[in-house]
């Protein structure tokens, strides 16, 4: 032990002979590596693989026809077409507004990616030399000047070399992340307005719009220049091909985007069950007999859909019901009454799940009234009572993160089929008749193995 220590001593006291040796034998042996911190992280790049195989495999099943254009790609194809009228008539506000935050947010994500990689490579070059000002350092390694002043002044040794460049790894991954979330759009954009520039179509009013545009989105706006202060530096604007490189320069990026899209699509597939009572009945089944029903999340996730359907479609039908002054006879015809806008199955499945006090009493008097005098809306009242029980009680709190985003979605794409209820799509009257047939053999389990796809992505993000 004591040899050890003087080997040490010896070690280090070699710096003020032979300096950059010195410094690099005291880094290796007391201070963090800082070198590999920052290495190219494989794992994601492989998850980065399954989510595009997935996000192709679940388009197969909700579209079966054209699956291989994403759906956030039709969606953006669409809202283009929309602003590229107004761009044709010669109205750039339109445009503008349509796209200034999402150039902001993409090209100021990769402003800020070029400007602090640059800073990150220069800390990692700086460990094992002999730096006496890091400051100069980092101007001579092309680091923004603002940057390498504001860093070079609190770096003093290899331990605060490795700080830094932790401090810098965070800002880079929540960049990668919203750069990730935005870029699709982006990229399909600035294509589409390259063509449409160089179009014979676009002359006149249009090619003025055009420069309007330009001038008042991104980094080409002084006024967006000014939010990103002495960041942006001398740079004029940020092109395509520097953005691109920003979004490719590491898989955090590529698989932030490609996790929204595999959530994407796997919505569409969701919608298709919570659209028609016995699809997800069917789907609800399915769930208690897998893997999923031995974990609440997932249950949660259709919880939080039907909680912000009752809530946005339900809730009022139910309460005039329950409040009303009417007999309970007289209740049930109000209800029948009500259910000709709306799914009377998810209706009654909601309202049997709604928990004030008042509600529970009515939907006991509206079961009993349909045992007595309707059996086959019972029956029907009675599954939909099953469907509520394992789902739970309406909740009353707030919805956060990916809970929040199942049941915006959701509610959104189921929202046409309550207010505009095909023949088709309706529950037969008689229960007597045969179920409708089932979707495709391989169509359940697609959606049970998605939803244990996304409580594992939940998992681990």
Request: proline letters at 3%; hydrophobic letters at 40%; aromatic letters at 10%.
């Amino acid at each position: 032990m004591k040899s050890l220590g003087l080997f040490l001593i010896f070690a280090c006291s070699a710096a003020f002979v032979r300096p950059v040796f010195g410094a690099d034998l005291c880094h290796f042996l007391f201070r963090k590596n800082v070198r590999n911190t920052y290495s190219v992280d494989l794992d994601k790049i492989e998850r980065v693989n399954r989510l595009e195989e997935w996000s192709q495999r679940l388009r197969t099943v909700a579209y079966k026809e054209d699956p291989l254009a994403p759906t956030a790609y039709r969606k953006a194809l669409k809202r283009f077409e929309e602003v590229e009228q107004r761009l044709l008539a010669g109205d750039g506000d339109s445009a503008i507004f349509a796209y200034k935050t999402l150039f902001r947010r993409v090209e100021g994500a990769a402003l800020a990616i070029e400007r602090h990689s640059a800073l990150a490579n220069a800390i990692r070059k700086a460990q094992g030399k002999n730096v006496k000002d890091y400051t100069e350092f980092f101007r001579r390694e092309g680091v923004l000047k603002v940057l390498a002043s504001d860093y070079g002044a609190r770096i003093n040794n290899v331990q605060d070399l490795g700080a830094e460049l932790e401090k810098l790894e965070k800002i880079l991954r929540k960049r990668y992340r919203e750069l990730g979330k935005n870029f699709d759009e982006y990229n399909h954009v600035r294509v589409h307005l390259q063509k449409l520039e160089k179009s014979e179509s676009c002359s006149g009013s249009c090619a003025q719009a055009m420069e309007r545009f330009f001038k008042n989105v991104g980094l080409r706006s002084d006024s967006e220049r000014a939010l990103f202060g002495p960041l942006v530096g001398n740079k004029k604007a940020m092109s395509l091909k520097e953005t691109r490189a920003a979004f490719n320069s590491h898989p955090e990026a590529v698989l932030i985007a490609r996790k929204k899209e595999f959530i994407q699509e796997g919505m569409q597939v969701v919608k298709k069950y919570i659209q028609k009572f016995r699809l997800f009945h069917k789907m609800m089944n399915s769930i208690a007999n897998s893997s999923l029903g031995k974990t609440r999340r997932v249950t949660r996730i259709f919880k939080s859909i039907f909680d912000k359907q009752y809530k946005d479609f339900h809730a009022v039908a139910v309460k005039r019901v329950a409040y009303s002054a009417l007999g309970p006879s007289k209740k049930f015809a109000l209800m029948q009454e009500q259910l000709k806008a709306i799914d009377p199955d998810f209706f009654w499945m909601n309202f049997s799940r709604a928990n004030e006090g008042q509600l529970q009493k009515t939907w006991k008097e509206m079961m009993e009234i349909a045992r007595k005098e309707q059996p086959r809306d019972y029956e029907r009242m009675l599954r939909a009572e099953r469907l509520g029980k394992d789902l739970g009680p309406v909740s009353d709190q707030k919805l956060k993160g990916v809970f929040a985003f199942f049941a915006s979605v959701g509610v959104a794409g189921a929202g046409w089929a309550y207010f505009n209820f095909e023949a088709e799509d309706q529950t037969p009257q008689s229960l007597d008749d045969e179920e409708p047939p089932a979707l495709d053999d391989e169509e359940p389990d697609v959606l049970i193995d998605y939803l244990e796809r996304v409580d594992t992505e939940i998992t681990d993000s």
